[in-house]
């Protein structure tokens, strides 16, 4: 049972990220130059200037990390590049900082409560970075000899004879350490450290010494020099995890696998406050240093009044990661009241917010935009039909003509024509209908379907 209920949820979350992932492809950052201003075309990234300025402003206040316990609101009409820009963000702020994006819908298609899916996304978008202090061995090989057994079952044995500038070693290997020495093809005159509590070897590169002995050294070879001092070394490893991450490696129930398949569930209270102790622990001893991420709700409209509440507490918190919202609602209902107010977001987190508009684009951005998809997905397109596909965006929206794009270049691939002329963009046109036309169809033929009663709060969805 909960292996299935955890199956369904993770495919939802699958398929989400898989759409996600398609349509932003193409972008890669702000395309903002040193001192923050956006360059008109870069990175994937066009026009919108002030909102990618206004972006890079953030950014610079996350890597501070100035802006902990504040809100982000991208506000601006379908199609105008909220989520192309937040996307753009968090490819900006790299690996080492946590970025957790989901759908406001999303907290209603999890098997968890609300208030645990908006703890889960919180966790997982504030990074601890851990210093370890481990001891290495590093040097130069000066010999490998490994003896394999003439049986095959037989225990391999081997040495090691490693040196710096100013000492030597022989080591004898265990069954393991030759394992990895074979794996990773370790021979005489490279550099390697060797992680003493895991074992693993890492090769820097080869050793200027021995730079002469191959004229066949591929171009990739690095050379560095022979290590110099004694064979075993401390040094500092950092890495980053999320708390969310700690959470689920400390849950008894389920142990570190459960990162991979996803299937975390519910994850106790008490082991949380748990880990926020540690963490306050190596905060002091120095140990660990808090990295405040970012977590993107899109659609944010579709939240509660419950989901705000908390997330406004949540922001309240010490540690808490930058919230990031998006939404193209103008006055509307606050979901779970009676009460109307901007954006659908109540007041009290109104307030916490700085806002970033974002303005439909001309004709011009768009077509820049459609060529740039065009080149993501691999499309030739003909000058025509460049156009054509940019008059039909201005008339329909930005995201039909993307979609439009990979429609009309399967039609031309029909045809075995290398481009996509203007006749093949007017046939996907005429195949797949915009939002406008579906509805007028819909209207035109509403009495001859069998549910034609107009929901109020139905016909506002829009389809984003
Ligand atoms: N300024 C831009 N530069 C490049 N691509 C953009 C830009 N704005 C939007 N797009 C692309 O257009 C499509 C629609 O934009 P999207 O970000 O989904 O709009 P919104 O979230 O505001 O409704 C996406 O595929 C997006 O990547
Ligand atoms: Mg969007």
Redesign the pocket.
Known sequence: MAAAAAAKVQEVREITRIERVG??S??RGLGLDDSLEARHVSQ?????VSARRAAGVVLQMVRDGKIAGRAVLLA??????????ATALASALGYDTPFTSMAGSEIYSLEMSKSMALTQAIRKSIGVRIKEESEIIEGEVVEVQIERPAAAEGTKVGKLILKTTDMETVYDLGGKMIDSILKEKVQSGDVITIDKATGKITRLGRSFTRARDYDATGQQTRFVQCPEGELQKRKEVVHTVTLHEIDVINSRAHGFLALFSGDTGEIKPEVREQINGKVAEWREEGKAEIIPGVLFI?EVHMLDIECFSFLNRALENEMSPIVMI?T?RGITRIRGTTYKSPHGIPLDLLDRLIIIP?VPYDQK?LQE?LS??CEEEDCQLSDEALTILTRISMETS??YG?QLITTSSLIARKRKAPEVQMEDVKRAYELFLDEGRSVQFLKEYQQEFMFNENDEDESQMEI?
Do not use: F
């Open positions: 349509a932003h193409h972008i994937g990234m066009v026009g919108q601006g009409q379908p199609g105008t590049g909220k989520t192309a820009i899109d998006a193209n974002t951005e935009i740039i998809r930005l995201r993307i984003n």
